[in-house]
């Protein structure tokens, strides 16, 4: 693989259920980010991770967590959905400090009823 | 709090020229990216400007001005393939990136 991969492509669930979005680069990255895209809205971060075995929040964490257990793999769960978490996701990546370029994976799209 | 602000759409002709504007109030600076988001696909990276002034890069160019927390970018000889929104992102004094919600450029031939 070269760059980010995100799994699934798209999802629909029922509300109330656990999911979790896959998410793995290959580019030895240090930090990785979770961001939802609505219409209408800029791209919002939910969780990042400066480096291994290091998380953060961003602007909107409620309801999602993450872990790093290691370089290349960054998986975003939602515990219980709700339907105000219909959104795209996007997971990306960056060389730590300085010009922090941020490389996408594909996205999720996901549809919570 | 911490705002980004840029046009929601724009229109252009084919072979003509657009700027894309983008303003910003946020808590510190540490630099300005311009990504490209074709419909349905992910953000790519277009610029970044770090200091005051242009920043070109072939078709491309990028414009800062920190005192007045303002930004565009500048698309030249428009392609169809222009058709895309422009993101207008601002690295915070926590390194986390503030994004406006996108600039959607409409080209018509």
């Known amino acids: 693989i070269a760059g980010i991969t995100q799994a699934p492509t798209s999802q629909i669930l029922a509300a109330g259920r656990r999911m979790t979005l896959r998410c793995t680069q290959d580019m030895r990255h240090n930090a990785m980010y979770w961001y939802r895209q609505d219409l209408g809205l800029g791209l919002r971060l939910i969780h990042y991770?400066?480096?291994?075995?290091?998380?953060g929040k961003g602007e909107v964490p409620d309801g999602y967590s993450v872990s790093r257990a290691n370089t290349d793999d960054f998986p975003l769960t939602l515990a219980s959905a709700v339907p105000s978490q219909t959104s795209v996701y996007f997971c990306?990546?960056?060389?730590?400090?300085?010009?922090?370029?941020?490389?996408f994976g594909p996205g999720t799209r996901l549809t919570v009823l | 709090g911490q705002n980004i602000d840029q046009p929601t759409e724009m229109t252009a002709t084919e072979g003509a020229i657009v700027q894309i504007n983008c303003t910003y109030q946020t808590s510190g600076f540490n630099g300005l990216f311009w990504y490209q988001q074709h419909a349905g696909e992910a953000p790519t990276f277009l610029s970044y400007?770090?200091l005051d002034g242009l920043e070109e890069k072939g078709r491309f160019s990028s414009f800062l001005s920190r005192s007045k927390g303002y930004s565009y970018l500048l698309l030249k000889e428009l392609q169809m393939k222009d058709s895309a929104s422009y993101l207008c992102?601002?690295?915070?004094?926590?390194?986390?990136?503030?994004w406006g919600a996108g600039t959607k450029l409409i080209i018509k031939p």
């Open positions: 990306a990546s960056s060389e730590a400090g300085g010009r922090n370029e941020q490389f």
């Open positions: 991770s400066n480096t291994a075995g290091t998380t």
């Open positions: 992102a601002v690295m915070d004094s926590n390194y986390q990136l503030i």
């Open positions: 400007n770090v």
